[in-house]
């Protein structure tokens, strides 16, 4: 499939949908089944997430993370993934635990 511009896929009754970027980057979301099924069917996705962090998101002339990164990544992985998971890639990723708060 040759993608050329944004694209957003998703199901008649909106239960799943998926944002695929021109960048070659996407977002799901969807029932907790529906992710299921896709984590069958891409193995690496999780690895696919630290990839992007570390490539789009990590600023390469200095390794470090810009302020809104800092800010708003915290809140969206809790939000995705809950508070374990996501405590867990923010650590791996070595962003400060004071910006996890949920709050």
Avoid: C
């Avoid at 990164?69 to 070595?94: C, F, N, R, S, W």
Wanted: proline share 3%; aromatic share 10%.
């Amino acid at each position: 499939m040759s993608l050329s511009s944004e694209n957003v896929i998703y199901s008649p009754n909106g239960k799943w949908g998926i944002v695929i970027s021109h960048e070659w980057h996407g977002m799901l979301g969807g029932s907790v089944a529906f992710i299921e099924q896709i984590h069958q069917s891409i193995p690496n996705l999780e690895q696919q997430v630290y990839d992007f962090i570390e490539d789009r998101l990590r600023r390469h002339e200095n390794g470090k993370f810009g302020s809104t990164v800092v800010k708003t990544l915290p809140k969206m992985l809790m939000h995705v993934y809950g508070q374990t998971k996501a405590e867990k890639i923010l650590q791996d990723i070595g962003i400060n635990r004071k910006y996890w708060q949920t709050g």
